[in-house]
């Protein structure tokens, strides 16, 4: 692999060297609150949980919203301080927007699935993340522990309501989203399949 240049942001230049480094090495760079957070690619796992979760929200969509992969949500007022999550939920005008950033109003749910090396206090840090953003609902799955948790109604910086739940059992999203989604066919990290 090839050494990074010393990379030293100039004040509102973060999201530059963000992308650097997204470009160098293919991790997959978001910044939240100020601090550059990197992934390593997703394992298979984790991106057939976005999928078995993407099947069913796309089936149960009214016509005016899609669910979209890889596109990033920015803090309001603060294009240098954005979160890609796994999934998110936007109007469908998405589809012809020349820009990355999606506005957090229009974001009616963003998914995210937590990675295996994930901390705690970074879950915690991104989920205040989306609250302070005003992102309606959050979801976060776990297949670390094949828990999930629904976070719905922000304000003032954290979710008022949170809805925990294990895998197996069904998660009720709120309007304007009319689905239920299940969650026994998610899968959990452990042991490889493959031989």
Do not use: F
């Amino acid at each position: 692999m090839t050494a990074l240049p010393p990379l030293r942001p100039r004040p509102g230049h973060l999201r530059e060297v963000a992308e650097k480094i997204e470009e160098a090495t293919g991790l997959h760079v978001q910044i939240v609150g100020g601090s550059i957070v990197m992934s390593p690619p997703r394992p298979g796992k984790h991106v057939g949980a976005v999928y078995r979760l993407r099947q069913q929200i796309d089936q149960a969509l009214p016509e005016r919203l899609g669910s979209y992969e890889v596109s990033s949500i920015p803090m309001p007022g603060d294009a240098d301080d954005y979160v890609t999550p796994d999934l998110v939920v936007l109007p469908v005008e998405w589809d012809e927007d020349e820009d990355w950033l999606a506005d957090p109003g229009d974001v009616e749910l963003a998914v995210e699935v937590i990675s295996k090396s994930e901390k705690a206090r970074g879950i915690t840090q991104k989920s205040d993340w989306y609250a302070v953003a005003r992102v309606k609902v959050l979801l976060v799955v776990d297949p670390r522990h094949g828990t999930w948790a629904l976070h719905t109604r922000p304000e003032n910086g954290c979710y008022r309501d949170t809805l925990p739940g294990k895998y197996g059992e069904d998660i009720p999203l709120p309007p304007p989203l009319p689905l239920v989604l299940t969650t026994d066919r998610l899968p959990l990290y452990g042991e490889s399949t493959r031989r």
